[in-house]
């Protein structure tokens, strides 16, 4: 973050926790101001030797462990529970220090892209002192088991306070020689806390605290919060060691990366600023601009947050540089490096493992038939080392040797690629390895020369996959698997695919091999019958009307109409067959046809007289249907009227099967004035109804006149002449008229339709 130019001095212990969770992640208290106005001057004063964020060397700093413990035995390799945490638990956690302060964790490959080039590497190496301050040679490099019964101490758990002003000057170890590290049980939920490195007559006043002094300086961790293994494999989230991380890093001058205020600086320029301390895993980015200059989200993933050990893995370039200012400068950092009490009392020839690279500890391995161990080497003698033997094995069986050789000057260490060995299968395995004859001759410290690691041996990439599959009743289905080199089938078979033929649904399994690892798959063959009680309705309906289809019998349906469903309608215009198809399984189809009839509407027609005299009796005659009704009332073929006004009467025509079609019939009235009823056998009149000319033919005509039905002359009278008369009704209207003949001086009227 950027500088900030105020920080707040803070004189109590910071308690930050979950909501949910009564976890005080770290108790370091705050450094003040003061400190970072003297890193400035050490940064000046070193700028050249930095070279811009980089050293010429490694770092090396020799570890005491102090275990408190309550008069218990030393917990066996596979505790989970117990105060007097083993030597494999010490050793482990020491590992991940020196994996995480150098960026070979193996999480480092989650850091996201845009944090990638910050990742800084401190090239500091966390080493187990060999020897106590008197010389003596320690029984277990780098620990000290204290039973707190014998010193007179209160019984655990511990508060911060009682640790600061009883324990830890009662057992510190010189600090300008040892980086001493407590582990105990402590009271209040507090995992961990740390000293902040003394500037020692630096000139400044009034820094004597949180600064370490020769009763106090070091790291105090919560004895399930150590390392990843035993104890601490029963306090998830804080499982992984990182709590040790990220005290030591205060302990080498790194402050909390929100600065311990809201968007304060924690005075490293490639941090961003946060807001305040995160908690949990968040997911990335997070709180992007909540903090003026934060233009990438916040890097929660830093060691110096408060977020669980499995989202916590990288520290900053900047922070490198300040770590090694103060393990440069300060004068109780400073005195480290040249400490030698990780090496052994002058001898010519004595060598030691100092950790197991690889396998990590539980790493777990995708499938693989063997794995390529590595291991640290390091020369403790006054010679330079040139030969050694080494002894390994996995689980303790079949042990075999290898021959280094090389030039390992003394105090140095090397990273030594072991051979491959194989790996009996999946599971939990324990890899052993051993080192002796030192430049062909005797080691006469032997205890440091062995070092163990379990690893796990998972399935990996060996994905075994298999098809499922629908079938009907006396079918086969093709089952393949894929993912590994062999196969074995519950039904026997050994070959990547099967075919089967169940009667029912049947559930199969395979076992495959590669590599010498096994995973097993399983899959399912879905067995259907066919639809054999398919069935639907057979509708009858009229013309233009919809029929609704019901289908039973099956799962699935569909249509040649292409419609789908168990129940569709449908609009045909004529009688026609449709097939449905009927499913089971959505792979057992079988078929019905259904026929539906369509009738066509009745063509009715309809005969009687468009005028009517009045007072006069007529049959109107029906044809085209089944039934009949006259203005809704049911009826024959046949309707009697005997009208006194003009009309309309409405018939309906229905067939047997309910299909009706309408008419209508109208009439006029007429009084028919002056009409003499008489034989007309004499006068002939044609055509009836006429479209253009009007024939009349008669002997005795005296004048002939038309009328309209409202009794308007249409032409003027004419006087007959000749057997014969034409009428030119061509440019009349459709209608009816009235024709007056007279003959004998006697009237007679005709009704002449006009179409």
């Given at each position: 973050?950027?500088?900030a130019?105020?920080?707040?001095?803070?004189t109590?212990?910071?308690?930050?926790?979950?909501a949910?969770?009564?976890v005080?992640?770290c108790?370091t208290?705050?450094?003040?101001?003061q400190f970072?106005v003297?890193?400035e001057?050490w940064?000046?004063?070193?700028?050249?030797?930095?070279?811009g964020?980089?050293?010429?060397?490694?770092?090396?700093?020799p570890?005491i462990?102090?275990?408190?413990?309550?008069?218990?035995p030393?917990?066996?390799?596979n505790?989970?529970?117990?105060?007097?945490?083993?030597?494999?638990?010490?050793?482990?956690?020491?590992n991940?220090l020196?994996?995480?302060f150098n960026?070979?964790?193996?999480?480092?490959n989650l850091?996201?892209n845009?944090?990638?080039?910050?990742?800084?590497?401190?090239?500091i190496?966390?080493?187990l002192?060999?020897?106590?301050?008197?010389?003596?040679?320690?029984?277990?490099?780098?620990?000290?088991?204290?039973?707190?019964?014998?010193?007179?101490?209160t019984?655990?758990?511990?508060?911060?306070?009682?640790?600061?002003n009883?324990i830890?000057?009662?057992?510190?170890?010189?600090p300008?020689r040892?980086?001493?590290?407590w582990v105990c049980?402590?009271s209040?939920?507090?995992?961990?806390?740390?000293?902040?490195?003394n500037p020692g007559s630096?000139?400044?006043?009034?820094?004597s605290a949180?600064f370490?002094?020769?009763?106090t300086?070091?790291?105090v961790?919560?004895?399930?919060?150590?390392?990843?293994?035993g104890?601490?494999v029963?306090?998830?989230?804080?499982?992984?060691?990182?709590t040790a991380?990220?005290?030591v890093?205060?302990?080498?001058?790194?402050?909390?990366?929100?600065?311990?205020?809201?968007?304060?600086?924690?005075?490293?320029n490639?941090?961003?600023?946060?807001?305040?301390?995160?908690?949990?895993?968040p997911?990335?980015?997070y709180?992007?601009?909540?903090c003026?200059?934060n233009?990438t989200g916040?890097?929660?993933?830093?060691f110096m947050?408060y977020?669980?050990d499995?989202?916590?893995?990288?520290f900053?370039?900047?922070q490198?540089?300040?770590?090694?200012l103060?393990?440069?400068?300060?004068?109780?950092?400073?005195?480290?490096i040249?400490?030698?009490?990780?090496?052994?009392?002058?001898?010519?020839?004595e060598?030691?493992?100092?950790?197991i690279?690889?396998?990590?500890?539980?790493q777990?391995?995708p499938c693989a038939?063997?794995?390529?161990?590595s291991?640290v080497?390091?020369n403790f003698a006054?010679?330079?080392l040139?030969t050694?033997?080494?002894?390994?094995n996995?689980?303790g069986?079949?042990t075999?040797?290898f021959?280094?050789i090389?030039?390992?000057?003394?105090?140095?260490?090397v990273?030594?690629n072991?051979?491959?060995?194989a790996v009996?299968?999946?599971?939990?395995?324990?890899?052993?390895?051993?080192v002796?004859a030192?430049n062909?001759?005797?080691d006469?410290y032997?205890?440091?020369?062995?070092s163990?690691?379990?690893?796990?041996?998972t399935?990996?990439?060996?994905?075994?996959?298999?098809?499922?599959?629908?079938i009907?009743?006396?079918?086969?289905?093709?089952?393949?698997a894929?993912?590994?080199?062999?196969?074995?089938?519950?039904t026997?078979?050994?070959?990547?695919?099967?075919?089967v033929s169940?009667?029912?649904t049947?559930?199969?399994?395979?076992?495959v091999?590669?590599n010498?690892?096994?995973?097993?798959?399983?899959?399912?063959?879905s067995v259907?019958n066919?639809?054999?009680?398919?069935?639907?309705?057979s509708?009858?309906?009229?013309?233009g009307?919809?029929?609704?289809?019901?289908?039973?019998?099956?799962?699935s349906?569909s249509?040649?109409?292409?419609?789908?469903?168990?129940?569709i309608?449908?609009n045909?215009?004529v009688?026609?067959?449709?097939?449905?198809?009927?499913?089971?399984?959505?792979v057992c189809?079988?078929s019905v046809?259904?026929f539906?009839?369509?009738?066509?509407?009745?063509?009715?027609?309809?005969?009687g007289p468009?005028l009517?005299?009045?007072?006069?009796?007529?049959?109107i005659t029906a044809?085209?249907?089944?039934?009949?009704?006259w203005?809704?009332i049911p009826?024959g073929?046949?309707?009697?009227?005997?009208?006194?006004?003009?009309?309309?009467?409405s018939?309906?025509?229905?067939?047997?099967?309910g299909?009706?079609?309408t008419?209508?019939?109208?009439?006029?009235?007429?009084?028919c004035?002056?009409?003499?009823?008489?034989?007309?056998?004499?006068?002939r009149i044609?055509?009836?109804?006429?479209?253009?000319?009007?024939?009349?033919?008669?002997l005795n005509l005296?004048?002939?006149?038309l009328?309209?039905?409202q009794?308007?002359?249409l032409?003027?009278?004419?006087?007959?002449?000749?057997?014969?008369?034409?009428?030119?009704?061509?440019?009349?209207?459709?209608g009816?008229?009235?024709?007056?003949?007279?003959q004998?001086?006697?009237?007679?009227f005709f009704?002449?339709?006009?179409?």
């Amino acid at each position: 973050m950027k500088s900030a130019l105020t920080l707040l001095i803070v004189t109590f212990f910071l308690k930050f926790a979950f909501a949910q969770n009564p976890v005080t992640r770290c108790a370091t208290e705050v450094l003040p101001q003061q400190f970072e106005v003297l890193l400035e001057q050490w940064k000046n004063k070193n700028t050249e030797k930095l070279g811009g964020g980089t050293v010429q060397s490694v770092f090396n700093i020799p570890v005491i462990v102090h275990i408190i413990h309550n008069n218990e035995p030393v917990n066996t390799v596979n505790a989970t529970t117990g105060g007097n945490l083993n030597a494999a638990q010490i050793l482990d956690q020491i590992n991940i220090l020196n994996k995480d302060f150098n960026g070979l964790n193996a999480d480092t490959n989650l850091i996201p892209n845009v944090f990638k080039p910050l990742h800084g590497k401190f090239q500091i190496n966390f080493c187990l002192a060999v020897v106590n301050p008197t010389g003596g040679i320690l029984a277990e490099p780098g620990i000290d088991r204290i039973n707190r019964n014998t010193s007179g101490w209160t019984a655990p758990p511990y508060s911060t306070t009682y640790v600061t002003n009883t324990i830890k000057p009662a057992s510190i170890w010189d600090p300008n020689r040892y980086f001493n590290i407590w582990v105990c049980a402590m009271s209040g939920g507090i995992l961990g806390y740390a000293t902040f490195p003394n500037p020692g007559s630096s000139g400044l006043q009034g820094l004597s605290a949180p600064f370490g002094t020769t009763t106090t300086d070091g790291v105090v961790i919560l004895n399930t919060a150590f390392g990843s293994i035993g104890t601490a494999v029963t306090n998830a989230p804080y499982h992984k060691g990182r709590t040790a991380t990220h005290e030591v890093g205060h302990w080498i001058g790194l402050r909390h990366i929100w600065g311990d205020g809201t968007c304060a600086s924690d005075f490293c320029n490639d941090t961003p600023p946060a807001q305040q301390a995160n908690y949990n895993c968040p997911t990335f980015p997070y709180k992007t601009g909540v903090c003026t200059g934060n233009t990438t989200g916040e890097m929660t993933m830093n060691f110096m947050d408060y977020t669980n050990d499995l989202c916590m893995y990288m520290f900053t370039k900047d922070q490198k540089v300040r770590a090694q200012l103060i393990m440069t400068n300060s004068p109780m950092r400073a005195s480290l490096i040249t400490s030698t009490v990780c090496n052994m009392p002058s001898t010519q020839n004595e060598i030691g493992i100092l950790y197991i690279s690889n396998p990590s500890y539980s790493q777990s391995i995708p499938c693989a038939p063997s794995i390529s161990p590595s291991v640290v080497l390091k020369n403790f003698a006054a010679n330079t080392l040139s030969t050694a033997t080494f002894s390994y094995n996995i689980n303790g069986i079949n042990t075999q040797t290898f021959a280094w050789i090389g030039a390992l000057a003394p105090n140095s260490s090397v990273s030594v690629n072991m051979p491959s060995v194989a790996v009996p299968g999946l599971g939990q395995h324990i890899y052993n390895v051993g080192v002796y004859a030192p430049n062909g001759g005797t080691d006469p410290y032997m205890i440091n020369n062995f070092s163990n690691q379990y690893f796990t041996m998972t399935s990996g990439n060996l994905n075994v996959s298999i098809n499922s599959a629908s079938i009907c009743v006396g079918s086969s289905a093709t089952l393949i698997a894929n993912g590994a080199s062999q196969y074995t089938w519950n039904t026997g078979a050994q070959s990547p695919s099967i075919i089967v033929s169940p009667t029912t649904t049947t559930q199969y399994s395979v076992l495959v091999f590669s590599n010498g690892c096994q995973a097993s798959a399983n899959t399912t063959v879905s067995v259907f019958n066919y639809p054999v009680a398919l069935s639907c309705n057979s509708p009858s309906i009229c013309s233009g009307s919809f029929a609704t289809l019901n289908a039973s019998g099956a799962n699935s349906y569909s249509w040649s109409s292409g419609q789908n469903g168990a129940q569709i309608v449908i609009n045909p215009s004529v009688s026609g067959t449709y097939t449905l198809f009927g499913t089971n399984g959505g792979v057992c189809t079988s078929s019905v046809s259904v026929f539906v009839y369509v009738e066509a509407l009745p063509q009715i027609s309809v005969s009687g007289p468009s005028l009517i005299c009045i007072d006069e009796t007529h049959t109107i005659t029906a044809q085209g249907a089944q039934q009949y009704s006259w203005n809704a009332i049911p009826g024959g073929s046949t309707y009697i009227i005997s009208p006194t006004s003009p009309g309309t009467i409405s018939i309906l025509g229905s067939s047997n099967l309910g299909c009706t079609s309408t008419i209508d019939y109208s009439f006029e009235m007429s009084p028919c004035t002056d009409i003499f009823k008489t034989a007309l056998s004499d006068i002939r009149i044609y055509p009836n109804p006429v479209i253009d000319q009007l024939k009349i033919e008669s002997l005795n005509l005296n004048s002939i006149e038309l009328y309209s039905i409202q009794g308007q002359n249409l032409r003027p009278p004419m006087v007959y002449f000749n057997t014969l008369s034409v009428l030119d009704l061509q440019s009349l209207p459709k209608g009816i008229y009235l024709l007056k003949l007279k003959q004998d001086q006697k009237n007679i009227f005709f009704r002449i339709i006009k179409d």
